[in-house]
């Protein structure tokens, strides 16, 4: 990479670069040396963002910066983990200063909130990719998979999913704001600054029976927990937690269907056996603990059911997939 580029990269992360005590060996050499605790496991994730696939052209520097950590913070929280160190890995089409000192500030703003360090990465000329990678520790033997759930357990979800792909569509101006400017304005940041799940991810460890992120949309990921698991995944679209913002842009249907289909919410949906379901209520009142809703239960079967106040409904189609 040329000189300038990284003489850059190196002034915004250089704070970031050396959060942990964990890091030998950091950013400058051929790679780092890093030393995980006794008694771990290691977890490794890895997302990347592409340009006009997973944010708009043109999207705000900071936003991109934030959003390529999070998605991989997201992982990391629906194993469970406890994240550590990342590697950054940007293909750009120029060195822009100003572009790359925004950008900057959303990777290092959000790797400091979670105390993680960036211990190195790769810089190249080509179109805007934002590759990242992110290891995390587990207690020996533990995490959270997609597999683990039984029929009788119930289905909870964080937060309120939909927001995100309705914030997108404000973004790219395919939905109008102007009824309602300030709930515009909240769909918009959930889209451009999702906050990851890690603390209830970790919380989760010792409660729920199975976890995934949900990042291609809620009906869609909770197919392939379903699947995992070996069970049927009835769904009570009552329940569904529409956000007060989401219900001032859309009607009931379109919202709901935001909810059930829309991507990039990043917020966690998982399952609890009935013995763990006093331990939910506890984490309801913990603070820094998002909304959390129960929203179905697993029974004998396959696949999704939705249902609407205990009668089955036809399917909307299924969340966002790359190759569909
Ligand atoms: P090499 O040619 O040996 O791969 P580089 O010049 O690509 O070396 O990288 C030098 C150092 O800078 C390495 O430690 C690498 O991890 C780090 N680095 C390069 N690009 C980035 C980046 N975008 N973010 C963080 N660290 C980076
Ligand atoms: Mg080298």
Redesign the pocket.
């Known amino acids: ?1 040329a000189r300038g580029e ?1 003489a850059l ?1 190196d002034r915004h ?1 250089r704070a970031v ?1 050396a959060l942990r005590g964990d890091v030998v060996l ?7 040396i890093l030393r995980p605790p006794p008694d771990h496991d290691l977890v490794a994730v890895s997302d990347t963002l592409v340009e006009d696939v997973h944010f708009p052209r043109g999207a705000a520097p900071r936003s991109i910066g934030h959003r390529a950590l999070a998605v991989n913070l997201s992982d990391i929280a629906a194993m469970g983990a406890t994240p550590a160190w990342s ?4 293909t750009l089409p120029a060195a822009e200063d100003d572009w790359l000192a925004e950008f900057a500030t959303g990777y290092a703003s959000l790797a400091r909130a979670h105390d993680v360090a ?6 190249t000329r080509g179109p805007l990719v934002v590759g990242v990678q992110v290891l995390g520790f587990l207690p020996r033997g533990r995490g959270l998979r997609r597999a683990g759930a039984r029929p009788g357990d119930r289905i909870f979800v964080s937060g309120t999913p939909g927001d995100a792909a309705a914030g997108l569509a404000l973004l790219q101006a395919r939905l109008s704001a102007s009824a309602a400017p300030e709930q515009a304005a909240e769909l918009r940041e959930r889209f451009e600054f999702p906050a990851p799940r890690v603390a209830l991810g970790r919380a989760l460890l010792m409660i729920a029976s199975a976890c995934i992120d949900i990042s291609d949309g809620l009906q869609g990921d909770l197919a392939k927990l379903a699947t995992a698991s070996g069970c049927a995944a009835h769904l009570e679209l009552e329940r569904l937690p529409i956000s007060a913002a989401l219900a001032a842009i859309h009607d009931a249907e379109a919202a709901t269907r935001s909810a059930l289909t829309g991507g990039d919410d990043y917020e966690l949906l998982f399952t609890v056996p009935p013995a763990h379901w006093p331990a939910i209520e506890a984490l309801r009142g913990t603070v820094g603990m998002p909304r959390i809703a129960e929203i179905g239960v697993l029974r004998e079967g396959e696949g999704v059911v939705l249902t609407r106040d205990g009668c089955p409904v036809p399917q909307a189609h299924a969340g966002f997939d790359h190759f569909a």
């Not at 950091?26 to 780092?32: I, K, M, S, W």
């Not at 590697?87 to 940007?90: D, E, F, I, Y």
């Not at 960036?118 to 810089?123: A, E, Q, S």
């Open positions: 990479m990284f990269i992360f670069g950091g950013v400058g050499d051929d790679g780092a590697l950054l890995s940007l960036l211990v190195g990465g790769d810089t």
